[in-house]
């Protein structure tokens, strides 16, 4: 049996809209859809939100789910998720867990399925050693990017 971990990531300095992670959609907090989306898959061991704010840590508590306190360093506008997501492993190993695959939700996400985790899980079982998902785009990226 392999150890899965959710990691959730969600800082709480939002320039954009403020406390962007627990303001609602569709009558529940951003962060919850992801939670949602982690509980229904029943290989995933174990949910971690990964957060810099008690608001988000409070909101979170009350959807029983773990809380893992960030350093302030690791949630500023220019840290990079892979530096939480390195935090995080490193505290869970010093409690003797061990992740053995580790899915990354992030908040902003929140239109994921429960077989889109799933099939994600089944890949990394099956040997592939990273998997991202994505969407269709509207715009040909081609047209909306350029290198000059």
Known sequence: MSNI????PARSGSKGIKNKNIH???GRPLV???ILSAKRVKKIDRIIVSTDGDLISSVVKELSVEVMQRPSDLAQDGSLVV?????????LSKQNYQVDYLILLEPTS???SEDD????ILEL???VDSVATFCQAALNPHRAWSID
Request: hydrophobic share 40%; no cysteine; net charge negative.
């Open 110 to 112: 929140p239109l994921r």
């Open 5 to 8: 971990l959710a990691l959730i």
């Open 125 to 127: 079982e099956n040997g």
């Open 24 to 26: 609602p959609l569709n």
């Open 117 to 120: 985790i799933n099939n994600v």
């Open 83 to 91: 530096d939480a997501i390195r935090y995080t492993i490193n505290e």
């Open 32 to 34: 919850e859809w992801s």
